[in-house]
């Protein structure tokens, strides 16, 4: 089955600076990749996702890129926020219709 | 979005009772809902997939005699744990996709936190 790898486990930055969040993947044949916000005590909520036929996707300061070929996928997160701070979680998929498999999440503190 | 409402969101038992957690599409129909466990600061744990008209799907290792799961309609999905232990006490959620959209998007309910006395 899938295994996603997700690096780093917690991730300190100063408001205004940059944010990268790594995963990677093991099953060539997955094509979805969600990326998920999970604040404390709430439901995870979705935040960007790409499929396999773009390397990259722009939402306002979010950006996520893929490298199909090393099995790899990224989120960018540019001018942090305070209210940025989270836990994020990846996930691959081979479809959009099966289970995804979730990576172990990093908790982003974004200092004033 | 699509909604995905789930109740109880907290629910305190004592050991040895069993509890039942409801998952709800409000706003479309979801043929398979998936039923996910969260232990404090980790990551969400697949536990079964719930099949409409048919039995649930479980992931290796979680018991389907101790985590009931019954889909009886388009838009419910139960969970029961039974004879509820302490080690049982996690958050559990749910989470759907809206099939008509045709897009991989998992929508996830509010949870529920359950803790076993």
């Known amino acids: 089955g899938e295994n996603v790898e997700q690096h780093p486990s917690t991730l300190s930055v100063q408001e205004g600076d940059s944010a990268v969040i790594k995963c990677t993947y093991s099953d060539s044949a997955s094509n979805y990749f969600p990326w998920y916000k999970q604040e404390l005590g709430k439901r995870p909520q979705l935040i960007i996702d790409i499929r396999s036929n773009v390397g990259e996707k722009k939402d306002q300061r979010i950006a996520v890129t893929l490298n199909k070929t090393a099995k790899h996928f990224s989120l960018h997160i540019t001018e942090t926020q305070p209210e940025d701070s989270a836990v994020y979680f990846c996930a691959a998929s081979d479809s959009g219709y099966s289970t995804l498999t979730f990576g172990k999440g990093t908790m982003l503190l974004v200092s004033p | 979005g699509a909604v995905v409402s789930q109740h109880p969101s907290w629910v305190i038992c004592k050991s040895g009772t069993s509890v039942k957690i409801e998952c709800r599409s409000l706003d479309f129909q979801a043929t398979t809902m998936f039923w996910y466990r969260q232990f404090p600061k980790q990551s969400l744990m697949l536990m079964a997939t719930?099949?409409?008209?048919?039995?649930?799907?479980?992931e290796q290792g979680v018991e389907k005699d101790k985590f009931l799961i019954n889909h009886a309609s388009l838009t419910l999905s139960t969970l029961t744990v039974t004879s509820a232990h302490p080690e049982d006490s996690s958050f559990y959620i749910c989470?759907?996709?809206?099939?008509?959209?045709?897009?991989?998007?998992?929508?996830f309910g509010e949870g529920s936190r359950l803790t076993v006395l």
């Open positions: 719930s099949n409409e008209g048919s039995k649930a799907t479980y």
């Open positions: 989470s759907a996709r809206d099939s008509g959209r045709g897009t991989g998007e998992l929508f």
